[in-house]
Antibody, heavy 117, light 106 residues
């Protein structure tokens, strides 16, 4: 059974950079695509981007200038960096696997990140 | 950019059938997934490739997709099905979610 767990600071300052890590167990990140998805309080899901271990990375065009997703195969982890933060970036951030047949089949429990001074 | 539109809310009586629609240009040419999200929980995949159910998802969940509309159907709706439901597809290389529909079972 594949499991994902997000970790990182729960509070970051405006104009700063958010850094989150997703640790994957029960499967290798050298297969499939690995995504970050966020959900502002009381709102819907927003896809941030995904990365494939062989190098392919695709970002949401609306966030592309501020986002970096990377993989660490030695630790079976992938990470998210989002810069130039504003209050609008306050959200629950989920990591998820885009598995076979183009479906998000495994999700982390999510971590709330609040942008505030 | 590609947009998916869902009604904000749908209500259904217990035991009845709930239909949740998702609209997008030529959506029928794409694969659609549906996710259930209960309050305070992570989304759960309930339908993929328009009409396929992952293991462990009850048979009362089904899906269809044609023209500009994808539909999630819940037959014999149970109180435990009360949740937010999101449709999702791919537009080229990017992922798109619908705005979500709150299903109320009353």
């Amino acid at each position: 059974q594949v499991q994902l767990q997000e970790s990182g600071p729960g509070l970051v300052k405006p104009s700063g950079t958010l850094s989150l890590t997703c640790t994957v167990s029960g499967g290798s990140i050298t297969s499939y695509y690995w995504s970050w998805i966020r959900q502002p309080p009381g709102k819907g899901l927003e896809w941030i981007g995904y990365k494939y271990y062989s190098g392919g990375t695709i970002y949401n065009p609306s966030l592309k200038s501020r986002v970096t997703i990377s993989l660490d195969t030695s630790k079976n982890q992938f990470s998210l960096k989002l810069s130039s933060l504003t209050a609008a970036d306050t959200a629950v951030y989920y990591c998820a696997r885009d598995g076979p047949l183009q479906r998000f089949d495994y999700w982390g429990r999510g971590t709330l990140v609040t942008v505030s001074s | 950019s590609y947009d998916l539109t869902q009604p904000p809310s749908v209500s259904v009586s217990p035991g009845q059938t709930a239909n949740i629609i998702c609209s997008g240009d030529n959506l029928g040419d794409k694969n659609v997934c549906w996710y259930q999200q209960r309050p305070g929980q992570s989304p759960v995949l309930v339908i993929y490739q328009d009409n396929m159910r992952p293991s462990g998802i009850p048979e009362r969940f089904s899906g269809s997709n044609s023209g500009n509309t994808g539909t999630l159907t819940i037959s014999g709706t149970q109180p435990m099905d009360e949740a937010d439901y999101y449709c999702q597809t791919w537009a080229g290389s990017t992922v798109v979610f619908g705005g979500g529909t709150k299903l109320t079972v009353l």
